[in-house]
Structures are given as structure tokens and as C-alpha cells.
């Protein structure tokens, strides 16, 4: 039987880590089994809640939406990158990528999931999860380079969070307008077997949004 790992944290209204200003997760029932004779609820979220993908068009004007990712670019070969000794807010360098263990395996059309262990602070009532390590915008224009289009990371974001303005997100600016594409809010990365696995990190088909829920799923 295939050993399968989600790498989705659950859509749970009590247990979630999302922005203040930003739509929070609602799941009401509309209908219950013993008053209408089915079930049924009223579901509604913004586009980049829980682990979910950032598309192009997220921050760039004509980029590429949900609908318009090739499906090949989000299931396939991913290599496992252990970034867990960053601390809270501390950079991640391309030195950090390219010295890594395992940095030789980086190759054109490899998906990149890069494990900081900040997962283990979702839905905490603390300012923690929104402290998370983050990376340098170079690192971006290296990535594209090395053939990297697609990368998932197990916090809030690849640029540092800010909860308030001025906003300022110069990796996703990097890297999202050279074609990339950016999962947000990975879990048990610390569970996958090895530095390389198989994932699907396929969103719901949201046609013309800019960024969709993720139910990642990983297996060897």
C-alpha cells in the first residue's frame, strides 16, 4: 500500500493561522440530515487560506492565474531542503540553499520544498507562526535560473510576514514574475522519507483567481 503524507493543514475555523484584515474561514450549515433530509453547508474563505498556491497574477498584472497552471508543474519529483536551524526572522541565503546537503539534486523542473519546521507553530494564539525565517530575494533569481519554477514552504510565506503596511514582498515579486509558482503553509515535511519524494500539490480550479487551496499530498 502506498505510504501517502498530507502536507495540507486542515480547514479547521478554530485552528487556523490567518492574517488579520483577511477573510477568515466561515463553514455554516445550510442544511442538516434531520431537518431537511440532507446535508449541506455554506463554505466561504479568501484565496490564500491554509496551505494553499500563489499564482503569478497574485502580484503581477497579467500574470498567469489558478486556471492557467500547467497541472505538470504541480505533481513530480521534489527534493526536501532541512532549513529547521533558522531561527525566528532570520534570512535564508542562497548560500543556505546552494551549501545544503543535498543542494546537488537541485535540477530543472524539480519542485523545491524547503522545511523550516515553522508548521508545528500553526494556528498558535502567539505572534510566533508570523516570525518565521524567510528568504532573501536573490535567491529568487537563482532558483529560476537553476530551472526551479515551483517551491512550497511550511510557513506563512517565503518573504518575511507583515501584518500591517507598508507591504513589501520582494521574493514573491522575484519569483512569481519570472513564472514561478509558490505554495504557502506546508505541514509534515519533517515526515517525508528521504531528501527526494513524488508530490501533488494540485489546487482547486478557482478560473481567473490568484491563488487557491493546496491538499498536498506526498509519497516515495
Not at 533569481?141 to 506563512?156: H, M, R, T
Request: charged share 15%.
Amino acid at each position: 500500500m502506498m505510504n501517502l503524507v498530507d502536507l495540507s493543514h486542515p480547514l479547521d475555523p478554530e485552528h487556523m493561522s490567518i492574517p488579520p484584515g483577511l477573510p477568515q474561514l466561515t463553514c455554516c450549515p445550510i442544511a442538516t440530515v434531520p431537518k431537511d433530509g440532507y446535508s449541506m453547508h455554506a463554505v466561504s474563505f479568501g484565496s490564500h487560506t491554509g496551505t494553499h498556491i500563489d499564482a503569478p497574477s497574485h502580484f503581477i498584472a497579467d500574470g498567469k492565474t489558478i486556471d492557467q497552471i500547467p497541472l505538470n508543474a504541480l505533481v513530480g519529483h521534489a527534493l526536501v531542503l532541512d532549513l529547521t536551524h533558522k531561527g525566528p526572522q532570520e534570512i535564508i541565503t542562497w548560500n543556505d540553499i546552494s551549501q545544503n546537503p543535498h543542494a546537488e539534486k537541485i535540477e530543472p523542473g524539480i519542485i523545491l520544498l524547503l522545511h523550516t519546521g515553522w508548521s508545528k507553530h500553526w494556528g498558535s494564539d502567539q505572534q510566533i507562526y508570523w516570525d518565521h525565517p524567510y528568504l532573501s530575494p536573490d535567491v529568487a533569481d537563482k532558483l529560476i535560473a537553476s530551472g526551479i519554477s515551483v517551491i512550497g514552504i511550511d510557513c506563512a510565506s517565503p518573504d518575511k510576514s507583515q501584518l500591517e503596511p507598508p507591504w513589501d514582498f520582494p521574493f514573491h515579486h522575484a519569483f512569481l514574475g519570472r513564472g514561478g509558482f509558490i505554495v504557502e503553509n506546508l505541514t509534515a515535511l519533517e515526515e517525508l522519507q528521504g531528501p527526494t519524494v513524488t508530490v501533488n500539490l494540485l489546487p482547486i480550479n478557482l478560473v481567473g483567481c490568484d491563488g487557491a487551496p493546496v491538499r498536498g499530498i506526498a509519497w516515495n
